[in-house]
């Protein structure tokens, strides 16, 4: 049954979906994801304790996360109903901000299938606009920031991840090229709340992730990263110039990351592996190599919702 909804939903995408203009796809889907109640079809979830895991302590059904990109509760609700393990809510920022102008968002395509580039400038509602998700994802301008975020939207989560590594803004790409003021940033972020924190890493930055970042972030009791983010690259087409490019060419460097991350820092770290995962074959390879989770969102697009029961499906198999 999945293989048969998975294959019609790449018909629609490749033959319906991915030919109209961008903001035209983005509100279909959206609209599609708040009136539609696919959450309770039996379809797309998997209930098997085999697949449990814990991340921070907390226990999750099964190790799949759909990265941040919604904040609106609505999709969040349903998105938890399509097989996810959990749901990361998009980066809110202390005051809420429009975003970058159109066109912020751009297909790509290459030999390893579609992807997207986007410049979208963190649009958000703000923290008072904002309500409960699952993982709740934070972005500041300062320290003062993401303390005041962690410590006021943290209650509403399980985990609080906090995010240095978004390349289509200055707003929090910089943190990566200044470890010593980051340090600062994780003793008082870990210090604001009790609950678990999530370090979002940027691909961009592998040798300082590794040599300063996550042995800053162990040192202040912080044991989880999401590995990683988009990757930052020029791209005429969009309104700024430049953006994160998301999809299956950022798998062999996530690979790569997971390897080399788990291999230097061992059991003291537990690692979601994020970027390129649009296929069953690629979320089994990132947990085998060491990931504990692994999440996407641009495979939610051009994969469908059954890609996570496919990804389930793939790891009961090799059980």
């Known amino acids: 049954m999945s293989r048969t909804i998975g294959a019609l939903y790449r018909f629609l995408y490749a033959g319906f979906l991915s030919r109209l ?5 983005i509100w279909l889907g959206q609209s599609a994801l708040r009136r539609l109640p696919l ?3 039996p379809w797309f979830r998997v209930a098997d304790p085999r697949l449990g895991i814990t991340l921070g302590g907390v226990a999750l059904p099964n190790p799949v996360i759909l990265a941040a990109m919604y904040y609106d509760p609505a999709i969040l609700s349903r998105a938890m109903g399509l097989g996810f393990g959990a749901v990361t809510a998009k980066s809110i920022t202390v005051g809420p901000r429009p975003g970058h102008p159109q066109p912020n968002l751009v297909r790509t395509r290459s030999d390893a299938g579609p992807g997207l580039v986007n410049c979208n400038g963190f649009q958000n509602p703000g923290l008072e606009g ?9 972005a500041g301008e300062s320290i003062a920031d993401y303390v005041k975020l962690v410590r006021e939207l943290g209650p509403l989560g399980e985990l609080v991840e906090f995010n240095i590594s978004s390349p289509n803004t200055k ?7 200044k470890p010593g003021e980051l340090a600062t ?5 870990r210090e604001a709340t009790a609950k678990p924190l999530i370090v979002k890493l940027s691909p961009d ?5 590794e040599r300063e970042i996550i042995p800053a972030a162990l040192a202040a009791g912080i044991r989880i990263v999401n590995y990683g983010n988009t990757r930052r690259i020029e791209d005429r087409r969009l309104s700024q110039g430049v953006g994160g490019l998301s999809g299956p060419d950022l798998f062999p460097a996530t690979l790569d990351n997971v390897r080399r991350t788990r291999r230097t820092f061992g059991a003291d770290l537990e690692i979601i592996a994020t970027g390129g995962v649009d296929a069953p074959e690629k979320a089994w390879q990132l947990l085998h190599e060491g990931a504990n989770a692994v999440g996407y969102f641009t495979g939610f697009i051009t994969r469908g919702p059954i890609l996570a029961r496919q990804i389930l499906e793939r790891l009961l198999a090799a059980r």
């Open 21 to 25: 203009p961008e903001p035209a796809a």
């Open 39 to 41: 959450d309770r079809l």
């Open 130 to 138: 904002f309500r409960a998700s699952l993982i709740v994802s934070v």
């Open 171 to 177: 707003l929090v790409y910089e943190w990566s090229r």
């Open 185 to 189: 940033l994780l003793r008082e972020v």
């Open 205 to 209: 930055f592998a040798d300082v992730n």
